[in-house]
């Protein structure tokens, strides 16, 4: 009989731990391992070569480490009519997260940020961070620009209706 040492390496097995086996008998490696943002990736010896069994015919104490990879999510941009430039990301890696564009614009709005729901409810975003998990959904909240109006009587005199300001697509 030899002894078995498998390190999850920040993960967690689940089922099948195997602590020992026994000469002409080998055992199995588990597969039901988790961690949180990573999809497991195999068990590796010393020599980084991935092992699935133990085989009859291996004897002494073993050692393996978990190996994962991080989780990839996509990303989607609703711009509400608006035009996103230069590049942005459409996927983010678990870990690693991601920055949402800023260079955002659409004719006569103001850019208020990227909110995670068309209600715009909440604070806007402006990054992924490494600990997000799900593919993401993000829309553009815009603001329509008011324009100041200068009218000059060249001496007359605005009796009613003087208009100092109007709001993008409306009419004064």
């Given at each position: 009989?030899?002894?078995?040492?498998?390190?999850?390496?920040?993960?967690?097995?689940?089922?099948?731990?195997?602590?020992?086996?026994?000469?002409?008998?080998?055992?199995?490696?588990?597969?039901?391992?988790?961690?949180?943002?990573?999809?497991?990736?195999?068990?590796?010896?010393?020599?980084?070569?991935r092992v699935v069994r133990i085989s009859e015919s291996d004897f002494g104490d073993k050692n393996f480490t978990a190996q994962w990879t991080a989780n990839k999510y996509t990303i989607t941009f609703v711009s509400n009519d608006g035009t996103i430039n230069g590049e942005y990301p459409t996927i983010y890696?678990?870990?690693?997260?991601?920055?949402?564009?800023?260079?955002?614009?659409?004719?006569?709005?103001?850019?208020?940020?990227?909110?995670?729901?068309?209600?715009?409810?909440?604070?806007?975003?402006?990054?992924?961070?490494?600990?997000?998990?799900?593919?993401?959904?993000?829309?553009?909240?815009?603001?329509?620009?008011?324009?100041?109006?200068?009218?000059?009587?060249?001496?007359?005199?605005?009796?009613?209706?003087?208009?100092?300001?109007?709001?993008?697509?409306?009419?004064?």
């Amino acid at each position: 009989s030899y002894n078995v040492t498998l390190e999850a390496n920040g993960g967690v097995i689940n089922s099948g731990n195997v602590t020992e086996y026994v000469y002409g008998n080998g055992a199995t490696l588990p597969v039901e391992v988790s961690r949180s943002g990573y999809t497991f990736a195999g068990w590796y010896d010393a020599n980084n070569d991935r092992v699935v069994r133990i085989s009859e015919s291996d004897f002494g104490d073993k050692n393996f480490t978990a190996q994962w990879t991080a989780n990839k999510y996509t990303i989607t941009f609703v711009s509400n009519d608006g035009t996103i430039n230069g590049e942005y990301p459409t996927i983010y890696n678990y870990g690693e997260g991601a920055s949402l564009p800023a260079d955002v614009e659409k004719n006569g709005y103001e850019f208020q940020g990227w909110y995670t729901n068309d209600s715009y409810e909440g604070e806007a975003i402006q990054s992924i961070s490494s600990t997000d998990m799900g593919n993401k959904m993000f829309w553009a909240k815009w603001k329509r620009i008011v324009y100041t109006i200068a009218l000059n009587t060249n001496g007359g005199t605005i009796n009613s209706g003087n208009v100092a300001n109007y709001l993008y697509g409306s009419d004064v």
